[in-house]
């Protein structure tokens, strides 16, 4: 069994770590349990003391009772863009977030003023190698007079909620184009005073091939 400082920085290293492969954070009940694994404690008991120490210590940050939300303050060790959440890529959604995490790491190319990432829910986008539980990092530096036909987008569009589509201007209306042949997927025409363009898509990180 290691000692506490020892475990503290083996667990501040185990939530880096996953944070960096995973994009968001484990959850409490998968690394107290892996921990106390790795660690050799035969309680759980003694990583929560763990946990609760280097919350002590301002080297991590927590919601008791809630999933995902312990998170490393070592932030001078991680390079990163901000991690919104998630983005339809199907039907049109209200926004919404499935993790708390605040960052996502990237390479020092994609790292940019402007850029942040979002995980892809739906297969409206797969024609275009975009997959569901892809990571997409989009850039708001982009103007929309600048942004080519095909392009493609986070949008908001008013009353309605987000989606990822390929934009095309055309005079007083924006249509927005799924990359998917099947007949469930279908081409939106609305007012361009209605769509909010939030993102020009910048890379993917796949989960498949195509």
Known sequence: MVTPDVGEEMLLNFLESYFESHGYPPST??????????????????????????ECKGSITREIGKARTVKSLRETKRRGIPFWGAIAAGGIVESFTDHPPEFYSVSEALNKPGNYALRVIGDSMIDAHICNNDIVILS????????????IVAVHVAGEGTTLKRFYQEGAYVRLEPANSSPEFKVMKRDAS?????????????????
Not at 140 to 151: A, D, H, S
């Open 29 to 54: 009940r998968e690394m107290v349990a892996e921990m106390a694994k790795e660690l050799g404690y035969r309680s759980t008991s003694n990583v929560e003391k763990l946990l609760d120490s280097l």
């Open 140 to 151: 708001r530096n982009l103007e929309v007079n600048r942004i080519k036909p095909g392009g």
């Open 194 to 210: 209605l769509v909010q363009i939030q993102g020009v898509l910048v890379f993917v990180g796949r989960t498949c091939s195509h």
